[in-house]
């Protein structure tokens, strides 16, 4: 709660005594922007009353839409009711609230309408001038600072009419948060913003329902913003105008910030003022980023920190290179410098790997990721350069050829146990589906051999045709599993056991089996393991091309 001395947005005292119509409140105030100003142009005087003649709104529509032609369009509506009927209920600063957003939104582009101490009537009415106006704007802000509670499972925002707390009289007096929802839905805006400088407490809870507002559900590309959270007091402040908006006058014209972070950094300063009492709540649905101000400069093309990222990515002598002729005295200078001379250093230690050494090099490399699997070796300078890059990579003292080709062997042992695996289930999946197809075709020869001639048996033969016609479908797409495995799966046979086989050590080979109490995920793993090195053995012994190694899987299954 805040301090007692502080206004609340939100305390509706018990029924008042009878006034006499007139005797209490101010007549309602219309503040209507069009389009935006120029620098230095004067203000246009406020004009009392909605604006509701024919007249008035086309000259209205004219006048804003002559400044949307040129700009991003932006339409506010701003309502603040403080001087209401009941004395009791009146709020000192919503009229400034409403008055200090006028200003900043129209400095920052928007067409805006400002009404002070509106009744329901006048609300929707402009609620009706915000469809219209905002219809297919890039963004639209409806802005309520007063009294406004929950009953009955739907929010109130009250106007200044209402004179007694109860039901009838609350409703008569009030728009709901549906309304405000709906005036701003469908107008197929970039960004809508409802935001709400008004109590989250419910007077009435004892009688009518509960406490706080109840939750809103706006579309998409809608944020709703409280300047309290649920069942707490949003309070109106000791100064010109209450917390919640001063902060956000603070932070609205800031350039450069996404509009959830503006409320975000609102809601700090709330919460540090307040010590904890007032906490801003936001609910949106928003995509992409919005600013209210202006959105961040585009990065300089001679931006160091850009420019270093990019020499960082590229991860070449060239790209640091780069880097250093635009900033030769520049953060990174050094570090560039050092990178450089240790690619040169590994760029000369790939040098000095002889030509029968390149493939399986570059069997390596491809193994290990730093190389594309070709139909074509690869050119001496391709293996170096890659060569090169894993190098960089590794720490000092594990950049030589002996570390390549045992990191790859150890690699290709865990791809090989993940890849026996997977081919062995295509295996077993095939060999199911197989044996369904088998007996779903001796079914069938079956049942046409004996009811061929029968007419009332053509509905169960057309079916038992459906059914040997869709496993064979689900065969075909088996069998092209079991086709990709087993290639990929051979292809990796042939290289490791052309360049890798001798790298593979005795700290890769399985040790363990079940009866060290393993799981039977852990012994699959390791008889996958022990499988792909069976088939590496076989295949040392085997002639190119041969698929020994499969038909020893196959007499496993």
Known sequence: MPPPETPARCRLPGPPDAHPPGSHGSETGTMTRGAPRKPGAAARPATPGPL????????????????????????????????????????????NDVRALDAALTRLGFTVRAELDQTRAGMLDAFAWLRGAAEGADIALVFFAGHAVQVGQENFLIGVEMETPTAPALSAASVTLGDVLAAVDGLDTGLSLVVLDACRDNPFADDLGRAGLAPVSGGVGTLVAYATDPGNVAADGLGDNSPFTAALLEHIETPGIDVRIMFGRVRQDVVRLSRGMQVPWVEEA????????????????????????????????????????????????????????????????????????????????????????????????????????????????????????????AKAVFIGTYTAGILRNDLQRFATVEESLRSARESLRVAETRFAEDPDAGPALERMRAQVAEIERIRAGVAADLDASRTYYGDLIVLTERHLSDWISEELRPRFSASRSLSRMSDRMLGDAGTFLTHLAIAEEAPDGSFSWFASLMEEL
Do not use: C
């Open 52 to 95: 509701t003649t024919p007249a008035a709104l086309l000259a209205a529509a004219l006048f804003m839409a002559a400044g949307q032609a040129a700009a991003e369009t932006r339409v506010a509506l701003l309502i603040g009711n403080a001087d209401y009927r009941d004395a009791a209920l009146a709020l000192p600063n919503p009229g």
């Open 286 to 409: 928003v995509l992409g980023e919005h600013y209210l101000a202006a959105p961040p400069a585009p990065l300089d093309p001679d931006d160091e920190l850009h420019i270093w990222r990019e020499a960082v990515e590229g991860g070449g002598v060239e790209d640091y290179r780069g880097y250093l002729a635009r900033f030769p005295a520049g953060l990174y200078a050094i570090v560039a410098e050092l990178r450089i001379d240790a690619l040169e250093g590994n760029a000369r230690e790939a040098e000095g790997i002889g030509d029968a050494e390149l493939p399986g090099v570059e069997a390596a490399l491809q193994v290990l990721g730093y190389m594309v699997p070709g139909p074509a070796d690869a050119s001496r300078a391709e293996v170096r350069r890659s060569l090169a890059h894993w190098q960089a990579a590794q720490p000092t003292g594990a950049r030589d050829l002996a570390a390549l080709m045992e990191a790859a062997a």
